[in-house]
């Protein structure tokens, strides 16, 4: 499989990286999420090359993550700012940021707290199921093939566990 | 910036992509996570080159998200295994699939779908408070520079917040 197919893969992690899956991607959006919208501000402040930048900025307008919008007539000027596709990816970004303060940070610990606004309290952000509101274990969760992937897209043991439900 | 020194960041993004950062680390993780544990497995699915297989899973072993475990003495044959720390990367696995789901599927729909046997219901994740358990919004969640980092980290708009909080 080659990078420029990912998006065509049936699996929505790789669809998924084929628009996030660039390090620097992932870098542009926490800064979008701290509310840096102008090109100068996140060259600035992710100390990244202009080229490598405007080609980050172009990919996710491109993919409706990002909108650049026109905030000077003359001369025009253009921010960019979050799309709601691009808020959506909120969930991810908290989730592998809490990871980091967990699990990588150092002595000093997590560089950045996050505080709720609505409770108040310092807090990271948990997973539960948006059904029954239960936290949710990676053990607790069963893979079902759509109808239209039957057979094609889960490992082997996952494969007998739909036939043995059925049965 | 360069990508090696990416985990001296004092941000937990840049600590967590120095370690997942990579698109074929993170569907190494999302086959780990539907029970792929040998190396041929991991191959035959992924369809990427032992080379390539063979790297990142030294790197995930060397961060301490797999364990390379001995399942056969002669001949010796090792798989390997999601540590605790590896099972902790599920929401933000999890939260990227969702928003596959939802933003990147086709007409036929997301591929997988995922069923919550606690409550049987298919279901996507939702990311909630720690502490109140209401569901997080971006706006919702303030930013605090920790003490080691006061007045480094966030933008300008941050600061005067955190400032203006004080007074």
Not at 81 to 87: A, P, Q, Y
Not at 116 to 130: A, E, F, I, K
Not at 146 to 157: D, N, R
Request: one cysteine or more.
């Amino acid at each position: 499989m080659r990078w420029e197919q990912l998006d065509q893969q049936p699996c929505s992690l790789a669809r998924t990286l084929s628009v996030v899956g660039d390090r620097w991607t992932l870098l542009v959006l926490r800064e979008s999420f701290m509310g840096i919208r102008r090109f100068d501000e996140f060259e600035r402040r992710l100390g990244v090359t202009r080229h490598v930048l405007a080609d980050r900025l172009k990919k996710l307008v491109e993919a409706g993550v990002l909108d650049k919008v026109a905030y000077q007539q003359r001369p025009l000027r253009e921010d960019y700012r979050l799309t709601s596709k691009g808020r959506d990816l909120y969930p991810a970004v908290l989730a592998l940021v809490n990871w980091g303060d967990r699990h990588m940070s150092d002595a000093q610990g997590a560089p950045i707290r996050h505080v709720h606004s609505r409770c108040g309290q310092q807090m990271h952000g948990v997973l539960v199921c948006s059904e029954c509101g239960e936290t949710l274990a990676p053990h607790d969760v069963a893979l079902e093939e759509a109808p239209a992937f039957k057979g094609q897209l889960l490992p082997v043991h996952w494969q007998a566990k739909q036939a043995g439900e059925g049965s």
